[in-house]
């Protein structure tokens, strides 16, 4: 059984510790300024020319239970007024849906995130999925995506789910070891959650799985035994690392004793790479931040492959991924200040960044965190320049210690670069992480 330990640091390698977050995420992102809010609402009243499809996301920021790792702004279902909360988060859309800008945009995916929406009954969350299909353009071709757990997606909900037109289950397994589920208090077991993925599988749903390293007290045994079973289960796989957040349970509990420390950066390391090998080998593609996947569609997803001129509009309490063009933004965390913003009719916007030319050309960059190229002829067309002339050290730097290739059409991560994918996108921010 493989414990947690410090290995020999290895020679050739780049950094001293994988980064796991990007520069350019929610995190970075200022409180909320009156002539950014100004902004804002002057660039939704113009048209949308830029051509990408986007992703919908309402948000349903709700859970029955609180994982120990859990940083995201949730709250208990017990102490939520549904049905007036999706009422305002009706009202949120709506005044998305009556701008100019989201008038004149196109939408490729409707993605029902939070929390844990599947708290919902089905028909709340086929009402609200008709009601996104009612007020926004979609594409000819687009798909419905509903997150979950299995604890509150019983089969029969499911299968109305199915029925009902959704294509893809993200399903928060996490791992399907039971004591460590128990200490990080996952409120279902690995044979509920074996049982929801095989149902919805057979019905002909696409399940996306996410599944956690790093865990504390997991060992590379647990590890690998959850990979397999993600793949014998032929789901496709969000891989990704724990971070312990500043004011979680988990953090707590660690402090406390009542939980093992998480394994050093380089075990983190070598089971982020059992993880590469076990999948790629199964016959899984890398895509985006962290997923894995052999569904063809997930390699083409427009939210994605459109970063960061594409966008995602995102509403809800606590939501935090929106990003249109330039602006990137998050929500009020607290449900009821959310509520009584929207109830006001002002959006209820808490943090909102307006990107200057500098940073998106950086943020152009990080499309290497995707896993994707960056095209000279778009940064070209966008920025009357190249890569090259904009960060010469950084890429010259990075070519040499064989982590970015360049042709004269792209420059893109090498087979070393992946696992760094992280610490490269930092080395184009405007403080690079030593």
């Not at 102490?79 to 849906?97: H, N, R, S, T, W």
């Not at 200057?356 to 320049?385: C, G, H, I, Q």
Request: aromatic share 10%.
């Amino acid at each position: 059984m493989t414990k947690p330990s410090a290995t020999a640091k290895q020679t050739e390698e780049a950094y001293e510790s994988r980064e796991n977050w990007p520069p350019y995420t929610y995190r970075d992102y200022p409180d909320i300024k009156a002539e950014t809010y100004e902004s804002f609402m002057k660039f939704l009243d113009t048209e949308n020319t830029s051509g990408r499809l986007m992703e919908l996301q309402p948000w349903v920021s709700v859970c029955d239970s609180r994982c120990a790792f859990c940083y995201f702004p949730t709250t208990a279902s017990s102490k939520v007024q549904i049905g007036p909360y999706l009422e305002l988060l009706k009202k949120e859309l709506g005044m998305y849906a009556k701008t100019k800008y989201v008038k004149t945009s196109y939408f490729d995916e409707i993605v029902l995130g939070g929390g844990t929406p599947s708290v919902l009954g089905a028909e709340q969350i086929i009402d609200l999925i008709d009601y996104c299909k009612a007020n926004f353009n979609t594409s000819k071709e687009y798909f419905i995506k509903v997150t979950g757990s299995s604890k509150t997606l019983a089969l029969p909900k499911i299968k109305k789910l199915a029925e009902y037109g959704v294509y893809q289950m993200d399903m928060g397994a996490q791992t399907f070891d039971d004591k460590l589920r128990k200490a990080m208090c996952l409120p279902d077991s690995a044979k509920d959650v074996e049982e929801a993925i095989k149902y919805a599988r057979k019905l002909g749903l696409v399940v996306c799985a996410d599944i956690m390293y790093n865990l504390p007290g997991q060992t590379m045994e647990s590890w690998e035994t959850t990979l397999q079973k993600a793949i014998e289960l032929d789901a496709e796989v969000d891989c990704y690392s724990l971070h312990v957040d500043p004011g979680t349970n988990l953090e707590k509990m660690i402090k406390n004793g009542q939980s093992p420390p998480q394994g050093d950066a380089e075990y983190e390391k070598q089971m982020f790479m059992k993880a590469h090998e076990m999948l790629t080998k199964a016959g899984y593609t890398a895509v985006g931040h962290d997923r894995y996947s052999r569904v063809e569609w997930h390699m083409r997803e427009n939210c994605l492959n459109g970063w960061p001129w594409g966008g995602i509009l995102t509403t809800g309490a606590g939501c935090f991924m929106g990003y249109l063009q330039k602006f990137s933004y998050s929500n009020l965390e607290d449900i009821n200040a959310y509520m009584e913003t929207v109830k006001s009719g002002k959006l209820p916007i808490s943090r909102l960044s307006e990107s200057t030319m500098d940073d998106m050309m950086r943020r152009t960059m990080s499309r290497l965190y995707l896993r994707l190229p960056v095209s000279k002829k778009e940064f070209k067309e966008k920025f009357n320049t190249t890569p090259e002339k904009v960060f010469p050290k950084q890429i010259e730097k990075l070519k040499a210690e064989g982590l970015l290739e360049t042709d004269e059409n792209e420059v893109r991560l090498t087979k070393k670069g992946e696992l760094w994918k992280g610490n490269i996108a930092w080395e184009f921010a405007p403080q690079a992480k030593a």
